[in-house]
């Protein structure tokens, strides 16, 4: 994932460009660059292969400085990660400098007819030709940077995040977006465009984020925005809550351990205000969606992706238990592609801690095209997802800049929970007696969370013991095979240690073919003695720790 930031107002744009891309250090990249310019003078560009700090280094070796500019962090997809691939991109005057994230897939088609007109080219990627074709349009139309970059919209191909300055129209930034995502920061008389909220934070918390086909001016006046079809857009202006202060590290080694430790909190204020402790009654006005509708729920489709769609396996578990709806789970990026059975008595509910999720953005519109009423769980005040639904069931769990997801995740289990518990009691499937009962276990859960971080020592002893290991099991039944499936996910994102989660009764039908002394099984087997079933899948659970 690359990383845009990009900033107008009376200070000097490159320390807070530079910043805000440190801040987005966490979707990864090769390279990185920025680009200033100030009152119409050539724009000063600085781009370097590698870390961020050989960025600063070149900045440091020959500073460059600007009330207004843009930066970018890339991660290869066309060209190798070299300084030349290094956003951002120019047209060959040095007119225009483009950044941007996404794929432009009709480049080479682009490209070649450019080249036939003259154009020359100096780098492997698609998006140069992004700035060409801005170059092209407000050289032969005499147009303004916005009504250029409208049409170079017109003739690409793909999906993309963008910001453009221009010498012909300076003092200037326009960004567009169909796909990634672009947020508009709003400041003191200053204005900002980044990928993710988390760049800009410690410079306000007000944002405008923009809808897919949005081109957005950002001027030391205002910003304006229009929509795909070129007419005046007004878009809300979301006010974040987070503390940027919960966007650093506070004395952790790295932001995952941190969020981590943030889960208690995550859980307890995604809970807090939405169930009642003493009766158990749920209360998620903030759904959109009528008692007499809910009531009508035949079935509940869950889409998402990665961990989110892990969170949405276990609360199947939890929906049929507690409700008694049938719910089917699907990923994001196959649900539009078969075609599936929806209606208006199918609840379709979308979970994206970014709420920008391409893909489970794309299976959520096949599913309102459908007529299946949907709602997000979404992390992300004001996102594409949470716009697109009916309602929303925000969780609280404050920004998440860990790349392996952790507080998000446990804070999308508890909005489930919630969300089986409100169904429950508007189709009258649950007694009071156990409403208050199952709130009253919820409202544990944070303490619970708490005792079992206490137990870091011990985890770190395990990984020291097992870290030389090249694959590893993690086996699970009924709720808890979903949570295996996590924990498989997690050692592979973190260690690069190739992981498999797998459904523990399903032992015989072939994992057992692979293992061996030096394969490590973690094996999730909570239980509770006073709920009969639970017992038999614990003792079941016990019978398959004896096959390996």
């Not at 009531?295 to 276990?314: Q, Y």
């Not at 699907?330 to 999720?357: C, H, K, M, N």
């Not at 973190?494 to 094996?523: C, F, Q, R, T, W």
Request: glycine share 8%; net charge negative.
């Amino acid at each position: 994932m690359c990383g845009i930031v990009g900033y107008i107002g009376p200070s000097e744009a490159t320390p807070i460009i530079i910043d805000g891309l440190r801040r987005l250090e966490y979707r990864g990249y090769d390279s990185a660059g920025v680009a200033v310019g100030r009152d119409g003078e050539p724009f000063a560009i600085r781009r370097a292969a590698g870390k961020l700090r050989m960025l600063e280094e070149a900045v440091r070796l020959s500073p460059v400085d600007g009330n207004y500019g843009i930066g970018h962090t890339r991660w290869a997809t066309h060209g190798q990660p070299t300084e030349e691939n290094a956003h951002p991109h120019r047209d060959q005057s040095g007119e225009i400098v483009v950044v941007h994230n996404g794929i432009i897939e009709n480049y080479l088609e682009i490209k070649a007819q450019l080249r036939k007109e003259g154009h020359t080219f100096v780098s492997d990627t698609d998006s140069e030709v992004i700035a060409h074709l801005i170059d092209k349009y407000s050289r032969n139309n005499g147009v303004s940077l916005e009504d250029a970059m409208a049409e170079a919209i017109e003739r690409i191909r793909g999906v993309y995040a963008m910001a453009a300055i221009s010498r012909r129209d300076p003092d200037k930034i326009v960004a567009a977006r169909s796909g990634p995502p672009a947020i508009i920061g709003l400041g003191d008389n200053e204005y900002f465009i980044a990928s993710d909220t988390p760049a800009i934070l410690h410079h306000t918390r007000d944002f405008i984020f923009l809808d897919d086909g949005d081109v957005a001016v950002l001027t030391p006046n205002g910003v304006s925005v229009r929509d795909a079809q070129g007419h005046s857009a007004n878009r809300p202006v979301q006010h974040i809550l987070w503390d940027p202060v919960m966007a650093e590290k506070g004395g952790y080694k790295h932001f995952m351990l941190k969020e981590i430790f943030e889960q208690p909190r995550a859980v307890r204020e995604t809970a807090l205000g939405r169930v009642n402790r003493q009766t158990g009654r749920v209360f998620l006005d903030e759904m959109g969606l009528t008692p007499q509708q809910l009531g009508a729920v035949r079935g509940v489709r869950i889409i998402a992706c990665g961990t989110s769609w892990h969170a949405g396996l276990a609360g199947k578990f939890m929906i049929e238990r507690l409700a008694r709806i049938p719910v089917e789970v699907d990923y994001g990026s196959e649900f539009r592609y078969r075609d599936p059975i929806l209606d208006e008595e199918i609840l379709t509910v979308a979970i994206s801690q970014s709420g920008e999720t391409a893909d489970t953005l794309a299976a959520q519109r096949e599913a309102k095209a459908k007529g299946s009423p949907s709602i997000a769980i979404c992390n992300v005040i004001g996102s594409m997802i949470t716009r697109e639904a009916a309602g929303s069931v925000y969780t609280h769990a404050g920004p998440e800049i860990g790349v392996a997801s952790t507080k998000a995740f446990t804070s999308q289990l508890t909005a489930l929970f919630v969300l089986a518990l409100h169904l429950a009691q508007q189709r009258r499937a649950m007694s009071d007696e156990l409403s208050s009962e199952l709130a009253n276990q919820l409202f544990l859960v944070p303490t619970q969370l708490e005792e079992t971080l206490r137990l870091d020592e011990r985890c770190e002893e395990l990984a020291r013991k097992y870290y030389n290991a090249t694959d590893a099991l993690f086996l699970g039944r009924g709720i808890h095979y979903p949570i295996a499936l996590e924990g498989a996910l997690k050692l592979k994102e973190i260690s690069y240690i190739h992981a498999e989660g797998y459904p523990a009764g399903e032992m015989k039908h072939g994992p057992n073919a692979l293992i061996d002394e030096h394969l490590p099984v973690v094996i999730i087997a909570a239980h509770d003695p006073a709920d009969e079933s639970s017992v038999t899948r614990y003792e079941k659970t016990l019978g398959n720790i004896k096959e390996v």
